[in-house]
């Protein structure tokens, strides 16, 4: 059974700082890995999808790298804002895109 | 293009009542899913449902039903409610083709509390 495990399980930083945010997960077997943004009591903004074959994926100023073989992935967050500001989650799929997430990164970013 | 929405945003309801939960999905999508997602958890996978048949499920039990209607449309209906059914229940479409599912889009949840 896939297990996806997220550390920190919260962060809180001053604004400018750069972030990174960590996710393991114990079957490296995947098809894709996706990160995404909830904000509290709100649905999941998809932000980057790494596919298995792909190392890294880049969006502004976030960047998720993939390690399939160690099962781990990281999202960069370059100079973070207030805005920023919401729980981060990793989920890995293996086929027919049905995922399996962890529990999330709760990031505050203050002023 | 219009966004996957669901309906109602919030519901209270208390144990042993039934509850239909509502989903639209994203112009051009086919395939729709559902998940529930408790307080500091992560979403756990219900269903997937694609061209109106179930094409997957995760580990819940029977009293958890769902339909997908020709306008790729869906419903989530739970009966017997339990107070550990009180969650978010997200609802995400996604285009199936060619064997390959692209990414999913998700609706803001509805808030079901059991009392």
């Known amino acids: 059974k896939q297990e996806v495990t997220q550390i920190p399980a919260a962060l809180s930083v001053p604004e400018g700082e750069n972030l990174v945010l960590n996710c393991s997960f114990t079957?490296?077997?995947?098809?894709?890995l996706q990160w995404f943004r909830q904000d509290p009591g709100k649905g999941l903004t998809s932000l980057l999808l790494?596919?298995?074959?792909?190392r890294e994926q880049t969006s502004g100023r976030l960047n998720a790298s993939l390690d399939k073989s160690s099962g781990r992935s990281t999202l960069y967050i370059a100079a973070s804002q207030p805005g920023d500001s919401a729980t981060y989650l990793c989920?890995?799929?293996?086929?027919?895109?049905?995922?399996?997430f962890g529990r999330g990164t709760s990031l505050i970013v203050h002023p | 293009e219009t966004g996957v929405t669901q309906s109602p945003t919030h519901l209270i309801k208390t144990r042993g009542q039934q509850v239909t939960l509502r989903c639209s999905s994203q112009?051009?999508?086919?395939?729709v899913s559902w998940y529930q997602q408790a307080l500091g958890q992560g979403p756990q996978f219900i269903f997937q449902?694609?061209?109106?048949?179930?094409?997957g499920r995760g580990n819940f039990p029977p009293r958890f039903s769902g339909l997908q209607f020709p306008n790729y449309s869906s419903e989530l209906n739970v009966n017997a409610l339990e107070l550990d059914d009180s969650a978010l229940y997200l609802c995400?479409?996604?285009?199936?083709?060619?064997?390959?599912?692209?990414?999913?889009?998700f609706g803001p949840g509805t808030r079901l509390t059991v009392l």
């Open positions: 079957d490296s077997a995947i098809y894709n």
């Open positions: 995400a479409s996604s285009l199936y083709s060619s064997g390959n599912t692209d990414t999913q889009y």
């Open positions: 449902y694609y061209r109106e048949e179930e094409n």
């Open positions: 112009s051009g999508h086919n395939t």
């Open positions: 790494i596919q298995s074959s792909q």
């Open positions: 989920a890995v799929s293996k086929g027919s895109y049905i995922p399996t």
